[in-house]
């Protein structure tokens, strides 16, 4: 079975998320295909105490990032334990809309500790990954 996994942090890199696969750069490009994404309802800020970002419920607003697509049992499993699943985060399905407009059901991971664990603005990184996807960047 193949999944569907929304990234907005650092698995957003085409590089990271490809260390979870053990495949070659061409393999990886043709096994995981990806679009720019839109969570709603959603919002991404930036953990008080790592690098990294967290996303939990929020109305009114939406979560920018990467939908990658035919991800296999043993690569989600590997996300799971990359992304302290469950005591970390969570690994929740949601409804995502591609830069076309489309839907799309797919796994994300929420933050699952205190909101007070996060920071207030988001990311830093987020906008910079972002762009260098659309530039192919990363």
Known sequence: MTH???????????????????????DFNQSYPSVVASLEGYRRRAVSHGGYPAITPCEGVQ????????????????????????SLYTREEVVVKDYKGVEHTCW?????RKEEDLQEQDWKRAEVL????REDLI
């Open 63 to 86: 979560v920018k990032g990467i939908l990658w697509s035919g991800v296999d049992d043993n690569t989600l499993k590997s996300l799971d334990t990359y992304e302290g699943c469950p």
């Open 108 to 112: 994300v991971y929420v933050w699952a």
């Open 4 to 26: 569907k996994v929304f990234t907005y942090g650092t698995l957003m890199s085409a590089g990271v998320f490809r260390n979870f696969t053990n495949l070659a750069v061409d």
């Open 130 to 133: 972002l762009k260098a996807f």
